[in-house]
Nanobody, 126 residues
Framework: QVQLVESGGGLVQDGGSLRLSCAAS????????MGWFRQAPGKEREFVAA????????DYADSVKGRFTISRDNAKKMVYLQMNTLKPEDTAVYYC???????????????????WGQGTQVTVSS
């Protein structure tokens, strides 16, 4: 069982930065692939970024490549999403998710994830 709690969301101006954090509980955190997803009003939840259990592999949605960076600290049971050069279209609720798999595949598929946080709101003003 893994519980996830996101933090770090807020209101930021166009071009600004935010760092989201996801605190995890559970003894097997280091064996999970971790992902960030987001959902804007009236839209479906979409993949943002994912990182393998070791941190050695990561991938991003095309819309955030070069602007967002995902990282993890297994000793602290934390996952982070550094978001730079934010745009109004990045406005959404951001969710942290855990996938019980040590192989890094299908990480962009919502249904592959076993645990979800409650989400944190990110609003980018123009």
């Amino acid at each position: 069982q893994v519980q996830l709690v996101e933090s770090g969301g807020g209101l930021v101006q166009d071009g600004g930065s935010l760092r989201l954090s996801c605190a995890a509980s559970g003894r097997t955190f280091s064996s999970y692939t971790m992902g960030w997803f987001r959902q804007a009003p009236g839209k479906e939840r979409e993949f943002v970024a994912a990182i393998s259990w070791s941190g050695g592999n990561s991938d991003y949605a095309d819309s955030v490549k070069g602007r967002f960076t995902i990282s993890r600290d297994n000793a602290k049971k934390m996952v982070y999403l550094q978001m730079n050069t934010l745009k109004p279209e990045d406005t959404a609720v951001y969710y942290c998710a855990a996938k019980d798999a040590q192989t890094f595949h299908d990480y962009d598929r919502i249904r592959e994830y076993d645990y979800w946080g409650q989400g944190t709101q990110v609003t980018v003003s123009s």
